[in-house]
């Protein structure tokens, strides 16, 4: 096994704490590049909890009432047109910002939110940004049972294949559960997901012996953080945070480890002093343009398969490297035994170490 692959038999159930360890790929991004920026614009608006979908409770999810509560049975009206707010203004906003910077994007889309927006999926059908999946619903799919979620894959390529011309390459469910890779893979179609937040890098996992690619993504440089009890207060702490994090990576890869950096964005959070802090950003990537590869999912998915092809075993007779030997077979520094005070020093053969 190479270091970053998963051998388990189920990419949830297995779960891999080892990645990549110390000796991280070199990714090689394009041109050289220090770092590859991803930005990714979450469009879920329409397809959150809310009776008038047929759920039992309001959502409470995300918004900007932090702490909200669930109304079982009833219509909490001031969340729903906190999520209309994105599919009105704040998807414009967003999209505008990065047709004007000329920035390609990868959008979640709810397959659900497409369909309740047809304005939005015709702009997205003309642009040139990337698609990806992010479910049919967005739900918490713990205790959503395999043949329904596997039906709510199926419909949701079936609606970005009818409104937007073809199907998905990526998908990211973002509240998944242990089946969910299992379902992904199964179906077939797909080059990526990023159901996992566990590395700076993409790496294979193998899934029922198919290896799959898995792109990681981030609640860290979010602006999820906006609506999280400590998280960003202002747009300055939103720009500052983003800066530092592209900094140190530029940094790891002059270094010779170079990182991916994916950047979450939600359309109902795009207020107009939310997204003047990431036009600086945006910005901000371009005068460091030498160092930053800005990029869509699927496109470091098809430079993963080109660069950094699956081996999910290595061939007989490869040596390996010592260090990672080493690091594979620790159990923890070697230790001699505390002699009670008092005690006799026994007497030790050095040929075989046995006490005698």
């Keep these: ?13 297995g ?22 920026v991803n930005f990714v614009i979450n469009y879920e608006e329409g397809a959150e909890k809310c009776l008038l979908h047929g759920d039992n409770e309001s959502e409470k999810l995300l918004s900007d009432i932090v702490g909200a509560a669930a109304y079982e049975g009833q219509r909490h009206v001031n969340m729903e047109s906190l999520y209309d ?62 043949e329904t979620q596997r039906a709510h894959i199926k419909k949701t390529i079936e609606i970005h294949e009818k ?33 996992s937040y566990a590395d700076d890098l993409p790496y294979w996992s193998l899934e029922h012996d198919r290896p799959h690619l898995v792109i990681p993504y981030s609640l860290s440089e979010n602006d999820m953080r906006f609506v999280a009890p400590n998280g960003f207060s202002n747009g300055t702490d939103f720009f500052t945070h983003l800066k530092s994090t592209l900094l140190y990576l530029i940094d790891e890869g002059k270094q010779g480890s170079p990182k991916m950096m994916s ?4 359309c109902r959070l795009a207020r107009p002093g939310y997204a003047a802090a990431l036009s600086e950003f945006m910005d901000f990537c371009v005068s460091h343009r ?58 030790v053969d050095e040929a075989d170490g046995d006490i005698i």
């Excluded at 096994?1 to 159930?13: F, L, Q, R, T």
């Excluded at 704490?17 to 090689?28: D, F, V």
């Excluded at 950047?263 to 939600?266: C, F, M, T």
């Design 163 to 195: 409104l937007l011309g073809k199907r998905p390459a990526g998908f990211y469910q973002g509240k998944p559960n242990e089946d969910t890779r299992r379902l992904v893979v199964e179906e077939g179609g797909f080059k990526y997901d990023s159901d």
């Design 263 to 266: 950047v979450g964005l939600h």
């Design 1 to 13: 096994m190479e270091p970053h692959e998963n051998d388990g038999k189920s990419c949830y159930g």
């Design 85 to 146: 707010y994105g599919g009105r203004a704040g998807f414009w906003r967003l999209y505008n910002l990065f047709e004007k910077k000329k920035m390609p994007a990868t959008i979640f889309a709810v397959g659900m939110a497409l369909e309740r927006n047809p304005a939005v999926a015709y702009e997205l059908h003309q642009s040139s940004h990337e698609v990806a999946s992010h479910g049919y619903r967005w739900i918490d799919y713990q205790n959503v049972d395999e």
């Design 290 to 347: 030498r160092d930053v590869w800005v990029c869509t999912r699927e496109q470091i998915a098809d430079h993963w398969f080109n660069k950094h092809p699956p081996r999910m075993a290595a061939p007989p007779g490869t040596p390996k490297s010592p260090q990672n030997d080493a690091r594979e077979t620790w159990t923890g520094p070697k230790t001699t035994p505390t002699k009670p005070v008092g005690e006799e020093e026994s007497e």
């Design 15 to 36: 779960r891999d704490l080892k990645g990549y360890g110390g000796s991280p790929p070199n990714p090689m991004w394009p041109k050289n590049a220090k770092v590859a």
